[in-house]
C-alpha cells in the first residue's frame, strides 16, 4: 500500500469508528445497533459483503448482514469462516481461489478477512466475515481496525 492510501484507509476507519459510537450511543437493542454497524461498514469502506454467523452446535448459522443473500450454515472447521472459528484467529484471505476450502457463496467475492467474536465467557459465539470485490484487500491495518469493532459487538451480545 502507498502512504497516501494508508492515510486513507485510516481516516475512513477514524469515521467509521466515530459513526458506529454515534448509532449505538443510548440505544440498547441488540438487533438494531448490530444491524446499523453491519450497514456503518458496508457503505463507509464499500466492501461487497458484510455480515455476522452465529455459532449453533457444531455449525455456523447466518445472522444479520449486508449484501448479497448468502450461504446459510458453514460446518466447524469449513471455508475461512469454520476455519477462523476452530483456529480462534482472524483470518485474511488475499485471494479467495488460493484458500485451500474457501466457500463461494458468491463468485463476486474476491478477498475477505473473518474475525471471531466472543461472548462474556470467551466463548466464540459468532464470526463477523468480510468480503470485497478487489482483491488483496485486507490488510494488517484493516485487522487491528476491524478488532476494534469486534470489541463493540463483543459487548452488543
Ligand atoms: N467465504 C466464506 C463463506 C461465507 S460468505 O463469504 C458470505 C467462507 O469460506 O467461509
Redesign the pocket.
Known amino acids: 500500500m502507498t502512504e497516501l492510501s494508508v492515510e486513507k484507509l485510516t481516516k475512513n476507519y477514524s469515521l467509521l469508528h466515530q459513526e458506529i459510537s454515534a448509532l449505538i450511543e443510548g440505544e440498547n437493542n441488540m438487533f438494531a445497533n448490530i444491524g446499523n454497524i453491519l450497514a456503518a461498514i458496508k457503505f463507509r469502506m464499500n466492501w461487497f459483503?458484510v455480515?455476522l454467523?452465529k455459532v449453533d452446535q457444531d455449525e455456523l448459522v447466518l445472522f444479520m448482514?449486508q449484501g448479497p443473500h448468502?450461504?446459510t450454515r458453514?460446518k466447524k472447521g469449513?471455508?475461512?469462516?469454520?476455519?477462523a472459528w476452530e483456529e480462534n484467529r482472524t483470518i485474511i484471505v488475499e485471494d479467495?481461489e488460493k484458500?485451500d476450502?474457501?466457500?463461494?457463496?458468491?463468485s463476486n467475492?474476491k478477498s475477505?478477512i473473518?474475525i471471531p467474536i466472543k461472548d462474556i465467557s470467551g466463548t466464540i459465539s459468532y464470526v463477523l466475515?468480510i468480503?470485497s470485490a478487489e482483491l488483496n484487500t485486507f490488510t494488517k491495518l484493516d485487522a487491528k481496525e476491524l478488532n476494534k469493532i469486534k470489541a463493540v459487538i463483543e459487548t452488543l451480545i
Do not use: L, Q, R
Open positions: 459483503w455480515g454467523y448482514f448468502a450461504c458453514i469449513k471455508g475461512v469462516c469454520g476455519t479467495v484458500f476450502g474457501h466457500i463461494a457463496c458468491n467475492s475477505e473473518v466475515d468480503d
